[in-house]
């Protein structure tokens, strides 16, 4: 999917790139069930900051060569 659309916006200099986030520390963890929360606790739970960072640097000239990529934020959950 991504490449089709880079195809359109990589000669206008518009970068195209997906950050997946997998399950976020929130407030909104602590309203899970035990057994919601389960497969959770093996693993780590990104924190909010985690994935605004990861998008920050895709926005931030240092990443001005990356384009098409996929970013999976997920502490190894979803990966």
Same mark, same amino acid.
Do not use: K, Y
């Given at each position: 999917?991504?490449?089709?659309?880079?195809?359109?916006?990589?000669?206008?200099?518009?970068?195209?790139?997906?950050?997946?986030?997998?399950? &976020?520390?929130?407030?909104? &963890?602590?309203?899970?069930?035990?057994?919601?929360?389960?497969?959770?606790?093996?693993? &780590?739970?990104?924190?909010?900051?985690?994935?605004?960072?990861?998008?920050?640097?895709?926005?931030?000239?240092?990443?001005?060569?990356?384009?098409?990529?996929?970013?999976?934020?997920?502490?190894?959950?979803?990966?």
């Amino acid at each position: 999917m991504l490449g089709r659309l880079r195809l359109g916006t990589l000669p206008r200099g518009i970068r195209i790139n997906e950050v997946e986030p997998g399950v &976020i520390g929130t407030p909104m &963890i602590g309203h899970a069930s035990e057994d919601e929360m389960q497969p959770i606790n093996a693993r &780590i739970a990104a924190q909010p900051r985690e994935v605004a960072t990861a998008v920050a640097f895709l926005l931030a000239d240092d990443a001005s060569c990356i384009t098409d990529a996929h970013f999976a934020v997920d502490g190894g959950f979803l990966t």
